[in-house]
């Protein structure tokens, strides 16, 4: 139910647009977070929109140089990457939680439904 798209190969210093695309629901009451996880990694909450306030999270490893949005007439939340780094190759999902409010503890929550992920490589 959530289809990301945007992922592939791009060179260090290169950017990227990952875009996350809900079908049979609206964003509406949801937070959609993007996650990311490197092989023999644990995965990494990296950045959290909520979709009705625009309120965002980053996580510390990407802050400043990656950018979450939403763009409600199209349903879809962006995760702009600049500045890639060899470090933030990864498989990235986005998961989207209903409910009221975005707080700190973004990267604990139980989210409803995940997406199938994209690939982002990073060439030195």
């Known amino acids: 139910q959530l289809v990301e798209s945007g992922g592939g190969l791009v060179q260090a210093g290169g950017s990227l647009r990952l875009s996350c695309a809900a079908s049979?629901?609206?964003?509406?009451?949801?937070?959609i977070a993007w996650f990311r996880q490197a092989p023999g990694e644990e995965r990494e909450g990296v950045a959290c929109?909520?979709?009705?306030?625009?309120?965002?999270y980053y996580s510390d490893s990407i802050r400043g140089r990656f950018t979450i949005s939403s763009d409600n007439a199209k349903n879809t939340v962006y995760l702009q990457m600049n500045s890639l780094q060899p470090d933030d190759a990864a498989v990235y999902y986005c998961?989207?939680?209903?409910?009221?409010?975005?707080?700190?503890?973004?990267?604990?929550?139980?989210?409803?439904?995940w997406g199938q992920g994209t690939q982002v490589t990073v060439s030195s």
């Open positions: 049979r629901f609206t964003f509406k009451d949801y937070v």
């Open positions: 998961a989207a939680d209903w409910r009221p409010y975005l707080d700190w503890n973004w990267p604990k929550y139980e989210y409803d439904v």
């Open positions: 929109i909520s979709f009705d306030d625009q309120n965002t």
